[in-house]
């Protein structure tokens, strides 16, 4: 039976297809003998069920909609395929669990992870060594931080059956993304490859094992032999990436990233989010905040594209729709230093009309202190003491330009007695004509006249790794 893969937020989704027309339902048999007492009868609905055949080729139709981005569609196509299968044969039960676990990874677009567990959990029931699964299932509790618990759910999954080379590589894609055990990650995974020299699955865990200990080259070489053998997993693609940077190939990255969001059915929310990371870096405001929606489309909780997305609205003048963005972020993780530190730079630099200037500078400087004080060790030259001391001076200045239009509001007109008094000390009819209005009394009120931290492109990031993509297995939330 030939494999598609479906691009779940972390791995590849394998998808069970098979060729062959339009489903037919076959009417299951009725009773030859219905009660005649009993008239409706004859009138029940028949229940249909499709054979093998059928339901891989309704399969197709939905993984047609997945490429189509009709998601609503294809989730009723899953479901038919769930509803409509009689699971007493091996193929069909391998056909369920493929249409399970696809509802499962559409449920985890559209946020709704409890679901996602739950089709994913009626996949492994019914096909035990589903990887795909375990590592999915272990990347959902890994969002609440509990790497013990992710890598204990995926060591038990495996304990029944200790022989399973997939649950041995769901295994290792947790260990990775729990950034623990990467010895064990090393030496399992090349025990994996003596076993089955092509397992892509273990290549590409042996190949992140390797960059993560340096060993970048090495880990290009095996993830392009993993490429050559299956290139339909968008984690290769991003680990491409990742170690292409690492050696300063930044146009081979960016290519490696590309041809991820080509492959059929997408590609990954950490792919996504690292193009856009290269569009922003590269000037591309407007095509970085595709991919960051893209991104989002996948993993609806992300917290780096939220951010990520407020800094290229940002740059793009949109300082309400920037706005926006970030504040979803902060409802996601309120006491996150990250959003804290963009939320300050973003009241400092934007334009609010409908927020007083003063009011705006301060809630500046108050995101900011929540950032200081929620960050472990702040160093002297961080540039948020720089912001804050910015923010305060323009506190000053817009204070002083509404004392002293107060002040002028409040003088009286002067007084030039009556004509014959101003005739006569003036020695002539005419008058003095007013001044010439100045422009100096806006300067005061130019947020950008002089300013050394209004440039968009600057001050987003309180991390050290300015603009550089990262994996995406982290969840606190940084930003390009």
């Not at 950032?371 to 060790?377: A, C, E, L, N």
């Not at 209004?454 to 550089?468: K, L, T, V």
């Amino acid at each position: 039976m030939k494999k598609r893969h479906l691009a779940s937020l972390f791995s590849a989704v394998s998808l069970c297809v098979a060729c062959g027309g339009a489903p037919k339902p076959t009417p299951a048999p009725t009773s030859s003998n219905p009660s005649a007492s009993d008239p409706s009868a004859s009138m029940a609905p028949q229940v249909t069920r499709l054979s093998p055949e059928e339901l891989t080729a309704v399969l197709d139709d939905a993984m047609n909609s997945v490429n189509n981005g009709d998601l609503t569609s294809a989730e009723e196509q899953y479901k038919e395929v769930v509803l409509q299968a009689v699971t007493d044969d091996e193929t069909t039960r391998r056909i369920v669990a493929e249409a399970r676990y696809n509802l499962g990874v559409i449920a985890e677009w559209q946020g709704a992870y409890d679901d996602a567990k739950r089709h994913y959990e009626a996949a492994l029931t019914l096909e035990k060594e589903l990887g795909a699964a375990v590592v999915a299932i272990g990347r959902i509790i890994l969002r609440t931080q509990d790497e013990s618990a992710a890598l204990n759910y995926a060591k038990g999954r495996l304990s029944s059956q200790t022989d399973s080379l997939q649950l041995r590589n769901a295994l290792n894609r947790i260990r990775v993304a729990a950034n623990r055990e990467w010895e064990s990650v090393e030496q399992d995974s090349k025990q994996i490859l003596r076993i089955e020299e092509k397992n892509v699955d273990a290549m590409v865990n042996l190949a992140v094992s390797y960059a993560q200990s340096g060993r970048h080259e090495l880990a290009i070489s095996v993830l392009n032999g993993a490429k050559a053998i299956d290139g339909s997993d968008p984690e290769i693609y991003l680990r491409l990436a990742l170690s292409n940077l690492a050696l300063d190939g930044k146009l081979n990255a960016r290519l490696a990233l590309e041809e991820a969001v080509g492959l059929p059915q997408g590609a990954s929310a950490e792919v996504y989010n690292n193009l856009g990371v290269i569009y922003h870096v590269a000037g591309d405001f407007s095509g970085a905040e595709i991919q960051f929606r893209k991104a989002l489309a996948r993993w609806p909780d992300m917290l780096a594209a939220h951010i990520n997305l407020s800094n290229a609205l940002k740059a793009q003048q949109r300082f309400l729709d920037a706005k926006a963005s970030l504040e979803k972020a902060q409802n996601l993780a309120p006491q996150n230093a990250t959003v804290s530190y963009n939320l300050g730079i973003l009241l400092l630099d934007g334009q609010f009309p409908a927020i007083e200037d003063i009011q705006r500078f301060k809630l500046s400087i108050s995101h900011m202190e929540d950032y200081k004080g929620r960050v472990s060790s702040l160093s002297d030259d961080d540039p948020v003491h720089a912001y804050i001391g910015e923010a305060k001076k323009r506190i000053k200045l817009a204070e002083d330009a509404a004392k002293e239009a107060a002040q002028e509001a409040k003088e009286p007109e002067d007084d030039f007695g009556d004509e014959d008094d101003a005739d006569e000390d003036s020695g002539t009819d005419e008058t003095e004509a007013p001044p010439e209005p100045s422009d100096s009394s806006t300067e005061s009120n130019d947020a950008s006249d002089g300013d050394p931290v209004s440039d968009a492109s600057q001050g987003d990031d309180p991390s050290s790794n300015d603009d550089q993509p990262t994996d995406g297995d982290d969840t606190g939330g940084e930003n390009p």
